[in-house]
């Protein structure tokens, strides 16, 4: 894949403050709602928690590319959002009885977690990040990574009158 050009990308800001702010408070929300029985919208809230994480990673120079931000990582979260309220749904409809059918040996409820939050999840995030590899983290970019490591360790060492801790 040919390495993206910075004119061709068109992004999104990415201002890592704020996103940082609203993790925080993702956290601190999601972890009162568990703790106040509110299991299924505090789950679906952490999606949001989730893509925060995905697109603060994602970013670079605080930017990130819209088509990378849709596709893997918006549409990752739709695949478990989904597979959350079915799971949800099938759970509450055999709930205390036995299922008038399986999926794949499965209790309904369980089968939407194992094929869509685990193997869906894995796949649409390798799929889309293997296809989109360039916009994620080019060769360009983890090159620049390792000079900005290598010019850290040295003004490290320099700071440190040469001796190494």
Known sequence: MAPVEEAEVVGMNVRATPVVILIGTLWVTVTLMGMFGLWFPALLLSLVLMVAHAVLGSAHKGRIDKSLFMHPILSWAVVWAISFVLANHYAAAFAGVKPSFKILGFHPSFAWIVFGFWLGGVAVLTVGFSLRRDLWLSDEQWAEFEKTIAR??????????????
């Open 152 to 165: 850290l360790n040295a003004h490290r060492e320099e700071a440190a009158g040469g001796f190494d801790d």
